[in-house]
């Protein structure tokens, strides 16, 4: 049985993934103090290329970004995460201001891009 799978199913599915991960390096985490902070953080922002600044955000980047976003002491915003992911898909450029960088969500034109402050 064949079914479409919407983008607000496939978000909910890229932050399922993501909490997965975070689990990992939480448990990693607890065995090495420091873990986190020290080794996983710079390879993850490397891996979500947050610091390229030139170029809008692409699908191969976004769900590292997705990952940050589950990091973050806000969470994942998954009305966020949608409205990213359909623009990702339709070929628009995805620019803004994440939730993650800044406190809560931001306003209507918020993204997963962290390479420009809210």
């Known amino acids: 049985m064949a ?7 496939l978000a909910e599915i890229l932050i399922g993934v993501a909490r997965t991960q ?14 986190k902070n020290t080794h996983f ?3 993850l922002d490397n891996t979500a290329k947050i610091r390229v600044t030139t170029r809008p955000l692409t699908l ?8 940050m976003q589950c990091m973050g002491r806000a969470g ?3 009305e966020q995460i949608t409205r990213d992911l359909e623009a990702l898909l339709s070929g628009q450029p995805v620019t803004a201001a994440a939730p993650a ?3 809560g969500v931001a306003g209507d ?10």
């Open 3 to 9: 079914k479409n799978v919407t983008t607000q199913q």
């Open 22 to 35: 975070q689990a990992i390096v939480e448990g990693m985490e607890s065995l090495k103090a420091g873990f």
């Open 41 to 43: 953080a710079p390879a």
């Open 60 to 67: 191969q980047e976004f769900p590292a970004r997705v990952l």
């Open 76 to 78: 994942p915003n998954v």
């Open 101 to 103: 960088a800044g406190a």
């Open 109 to 118: 034109g918020a993204s997963l891009d962290m390479t420009k402050s809210t």
